[in-house]
């Protein structure tokens, strides 16, 4: 996380916890008042996120992890030929783990 992405995101929070409206002007004067030098774009995309997004749910939601991102392969290139192959996609084999046993089995559990 840059500088000006860390201010803009602090002042975003001052700003919506003392429930003043958070626009780009006002997290660039935060930002300036706290001696920071920040990209001029800054404010205005978290001002612009603010708009869309509400703050209270960004912030009940930071551990919920949300869909995976997903990963893109390259696919290898021919080298003599000149012409690309494409491999087939992978078949994932499911392997079955064996259970463990529980506390009851052996005669004993940790409370008694």
């Not at 404010?43 to 612009?48: G, H, R, T, V």
């Not at 064996?98 to 940790?110: A, C, I, N, T, V």
Request: with cysteine; proline share 4%; charged share 25%.
């Amino acid at each position: 996380m840059s500088l000006g992405e860390l201010a803009c995101t602090y002042a975003s929070l001052i700003l919506h916890d003392d429930g003043i409206a958070v626009t780009a002007e006002k997290i660039a004067a935060l930002v300036k008042a706290a001696n920071l030098a920040v990209e001029s774009y800054w404010p205005s995309l978290f001002a612009k996120l603010v708009e869309k997004r509400n703050i209270e749910d960004l912030i009940m939601n930071v551990g919920s992890g949300g869909g995976g991102a997903a990963v893109a392969l390259a696919a290898p290139s021919g080298g003599g030929g000149g012409a690309a192959t494409a491999s087939a996609p992978a078949v994932e084999e499911k392997k079955e783990e064996p259970k463990e046993e529980s506390d009851d089995d052996m005669g004993f559990s940790l409370f008694d």
